[in-house]
């Protein structure tokens, strides 16, 4: 991995309600995304609460990854499977991305990690969530490490007249 001051990220994986879609900003300490990351982690909204992701109760994987939620924690059981399910994926996922080189071992006490997370209120299988959020968090933290080797140019421009995500395609597509 080269030296870098920040690197950012997206995944979507999976389908329905337990799909996953992730954002992930990993930077160096002392640098933009420590702010980011403090600052995010000072001051909670109403439904959105950072915190810090764990493998378990007192182990939080390396590098420190902040889990932010981008949907409002909308009941009881939407926060059960976004604080449960979905941070265990991202949890699991950032060591995946360890275990594969697209996070340098040698690092991980320099580095900080912003993990924006969509959970779907109507999600219901937390299993699948957990899944989605895992394969995401591993696959973002992949485009981003890959990024400037990603799609060229011209693949983007070629998408430019038929986009299309998880949530909606236009009925004018083929």
Do not use: C
């Not at 001051?43 to 810090?52: N, W, Y």
């Not at 420190?64 to 991202?90: E, R």
């Amino acid at each position: 991995m080269a030296s870098f001051l920040s690197q950012v990220g997206e995944a979507y994986v999976g389908t329905g309600l337990e799909a996953a879609h992730l954002n992930t900003v990993l930077g160096v300490k002392g640098g933009p995304v420590e702010t980011a990351w403090a600052t995010a982690l000072a001051t909670p909204r109403e439904g959105h609460v950072g915190f810090v992701v764990i493998a378990r109760p007192n182990f939080p994987v390396q590098p420190m990854t902040l889990f932010v939620n981008k949907a409002t924690i909308a009941s009881p059981a939407h926060g059960n499977i976004t604080w449960g399910a979905a941070q265990l994926g991202v949890a699991s996922g950032v060591l995946d991305a360890v275990a594969g080189g697209d996070v340098d071992a040698e690092r991980l006490h320099e580095l900080l990690l912003i993990a924006a997370v969509w959970v779907d209120p109507g999600a219901l299988d937390a299993d699948a969530v957990y899944e989605n959020n895992r394969a995401a968090t591993a696959q973002a933290l992949r485009n981003g490490a890959t990024y400037p080797n990603a799609a060229a140019i011209e693949e983007l421009l070629a998408l430019r007249d038929v986009p299309t995500n998880g949530y909606y395609t236009p009925r004018s597509l083929p």
